[in-house]
């Protein structure tokens, strides 16, 4: 069964920033805490797929493949930005369930952790997740919401209409094989100081995202805590 809301000819060229050439692109190594856990994460966007190659200080390249429509149309795959089919709590008990968290962080929020598992998708059923971006910069975002600083409207309002961009995870082997590698695009060196520039910008937007006034027509974790626990 597939979740998506897109066709493959939207995106036949894709995207993976590297510090390195990838021409044949595998599972392992792939960090377990990432945001869908371990897989080999793309983007559809050559600018991100650029800044995520100079992360380090130093100009990456990007390694560009081709789909195979052919073998893509056999691939189970989850678009979590699919508003139609889930929420943003889908993708929120995801991160939660895959991302490192801090002892502390778990102990103080592990009700509304335990709440929001409830959502979880089991990924690993999946050859293809497809999902909004949430690497360090923006982590901080549906943190806040689970410690109840955010409600889900704002959170709502920066993922789902926001400009942050979706990233592509390839779980399976089987997803791997659908893609051909094409070329390596150098990176110029104006891309190794934009990374820090998102990082800058995700900053000051969560700090004044902290500031929004709260409201009691906005709803924040508690509330949905409690209107499930009435039921």
């Given at each position: 069964?597939?979740?998506?809301?897109?066709?493959?000819?939207?995106?036949?060229?894709?995207?993976?920033?590297?510090?390195?050439?990838?021409?044949?692109?595998?599972l392992?190594?792939?960090?377990?805490?990432?945001?869908?856990?371990?897989?080999?994460y793309?983007?559809?966007?050559?600018?991100?797929?650029?800044?995520?190659?100079c992360?380090?200080?130093?100009?990456?390249?990007?390694n560009?493949?081709?789909?195979?429509e052919?073998r893509?149309?056999?691939?189970?795959?989850?678009?979590?930005?699919?508003?139609?089919?889930?929420?943003?709590?889908?993708?929120?008990?995801i991160?939660?369930?895959?991302?490192?968290?801090?002892?502390?962080?778990?102990?103080?929020?592990?009700?509304?952790l335990e709440?929001?598992s409830?959502?979880?998708?089991?990924?690993?059923?999946?050859?293809?997740?497809?999902?909004f971006?949430?690497?360090?910069?923006?982590?901080?975002?549906?943190?806040?919401?689970?410690?109840?600083?955010?409600?889900?409207?704002?959170?709502?309002?920066?993922?789902l209409l926001?400009?942050?961009?979706?990233?592509?995870?390839?779980?399976?082997?089987?997803?791997?094989n659908?893609?051909?590698?094409?070329?390596v695009?150098?990176?110029?060196?104006?891309?190794?100081g934009?990374?820090?520039?998102?990082?800058?910008?995700?900053?000051a937007?969560f700090?004044?995202?902290?500031?929004?006034?709260?409201?009691p027509?906005?709803?924040y974790?508690?509330?949905?805590?409690?209107?499930?626990?009435?039921?």
């Amino acid at each position: 069964m597939l979740f998506l809301c897109f066709l493959v000819n939207e995106f036949m060229n894709i995207y993976h920033g590297s510090k390195q050439v990838v021409d044949h692109p595998t599972l392992g190594g792939s960090n377990p805490h990432n945001d869908y856990g371990p897989s080999f994460y793309m983007t559809t966007d050559l600018n991100q797929a650029k800044s995520w190659a100079c992360k380090n200080g130093t100009a990456g390249v990007v390694n560009q493949y081709r789909i195979d429509e052919r073998r893509w149309d056999f691939l189970k795959i989850l678009d979590l930005t699919c508003k139609d089919s889930f929420s943003v709590l889908n993708w929120i008990a995801i991160l939660m369930h895959f991302r490192k968290l801090e002892i502390s962080f778990e102990r103080r929020n592990k009700p509304a952790l335990e709440w929001l598992s409830k959502y979880f998708i089991d990924v690993r059923e999946y050859d293809v997740v497809i999902g909004f971006r949430a690497d360090d910069s923006y982590f901080r975002f549906p943190s806040s919401f689970v410690s109840g600083e955010l409600s889900l409207d704002d959170l709502e309002e920066i993922f789902l209409l926001g400009d942050l961009g979706k990233q592509y995870a390839f779980m399976s082997q089987k997803a791997l094989n659908a893609l051909h590698f094409d070329r390596v695009i150098p990176c110029e060196e104006e891309y190794v100081g934009r990374y820090y520039s998102i990082v800058s910008k995700a900053t000051a937007k969560f700090n004044e995202v902290l500031n929004w006034p709260r409201s009691p027509d906005k709803t924040y974790v508690l509330d949905l805590m409690r209107k499930d626990h009435v039921r």
